[in-house]
């Protein structure tokens, strides 16, 4: 696998197999993942994590300083393209729908992956689009977080997502966030713009939510959810991003988004089972492997919802 090479004359990376510079430090509080570990983790999976963010503009969350184990996060988002990239981390040109554009980082190979861990980039976050047609997407993404800290709660409703878009016959697949809940994605063809996809997701949620209308909600705001899990669907708009698979949360003990298979779905405890030091063989049985594969047409899926009965 290909990680960076720092020139010590120079201090610019080249391609080649090295470790980070100062692997020892500690990224996430007095004895927890080091840059060394945050590198190694990203080459481990970088098999399984590159054909999800390949040729995707990616929102870099990055940590210099570390997290602060007691407010979790005290780091910043990066879109834009850093100045000091070597030539080889290549870029994506977005045009911004207020106006003017920005370069943002595109990841393709695992020398870019040892390069953002070398920038302390802790999560990466993809757009669900493609450099090719930035505008169409190729995912289609339902964020659920648990109201409280019934992760329980969050596991039915992912199966109650599932079941509606079983019956409009979309594949769907499920990860753990590595924060609080799970992610329902599902692959489409890219054949719809964001505004057609959004109003797909939210019309599954929608009718997701009218068949369990005491445990489930599409109410954007929190003082009118009466303590029902929201089915967000929010991230489904250009310029948004979500977490990949495979990667590290900016949360006490590294945890890890990792995609999991339906049938074990029920036996998996919290979103945060899998960490950095604790991966076991997850990366080289990714069930996301081959998703691409099953993608269908959302037009389709969407006239076909349209005769589902509630």
């Known amino acids: ?47 399984a994590i590159l054909p999800h963010i390949r040729q995707r503009p990616l929102a870099l ?44 980082v595109r990841c393709d190979d695992a020398s870019t992956l040892g390069w953002l861990a070398d920038q302390a980039v802790i999560t990466l976050h993809p757009w669900p689009s493609r450099a090719a047609d930035l505008d ?19 596991r039915w409703a992912a199966l109650a997502v599932r ?8 594949a769907s697949y499920v990860m ?4 609080r809940g799970l992610h329902v994605v599902v692959p489409i063809r890219v054949e719809l713009d964001f505004d057609g996809v959004r109003e797909l997701a939210r019309n599954v949620a929608d009718r997701t939510a009218e068949r369990y209308p005491e ?15 929201f089915v967000d669907i929010l ?28 049938e074990e779905l029920e036996r998996i405890r919290s979103a945060q089972a899998w960490s950095v030091r604790d991966l076991g063989g997850r990366p080289d049985d990714d ?16 006239r076909r919802l349209e005769r589902v009965t509630r």
């Open 163 to 170: 079941e509606v878009l079983d019956e409009i016959r979309l």
């Open 1 to 47: 696998m290909g990680t960076t090479t720092r020139d010590q004359r120079t201090g610019e990376h080249t391609r080649g197999r090295s470790e980070p510079s100062n692997p020892g430090k500690e990224l996430f509080g007095a004895g927890g993942v080091t840059k060394g570990e945050l590198a190694e983790h990203y080459q481990r999976v970088a098999p």
């Open 215 to 229: 445990r489930l909600t599409t109410e954007v705001r929190k003082e009118k959810r009466g303590g029902r899990l």
């Open 235 to 262: 991230r489904n708009a250009y310029g948004q991003h979500a977490v990949a698979p495979f990667a590290v949360r900016p949360l006490p003990g590294a945890p890890v988004a990792m995609p999991v298979r339906w």
């Open 287 to 302: 069930p996301w492997r081959g998703m691409a594969r099953h993608a269908r047409s959302p037009g389709k899926a969407a």
């Open 61 to 104: 969350h990055r940590f210099p300083d570390g997290i602060d184990p007691e407010s979790g996060t005290e780091g910043f988002f990066q879109k834009q393209r850093p100045d000091h990239a070597p030539d080889w981390v290549r870029g994506v040109r977005v045009e911004r729908r207020q106006g003017g554009a920005i370069t943002m």
């Open 176 to 179: 753990t966030t590595g924060s």
């Open 136 to 154: 169409r997407p190729d995912r289609v993404i339902f964020d659920l977080d648990p109201p409280d800290d019934n992760f329980a709660e969050v």
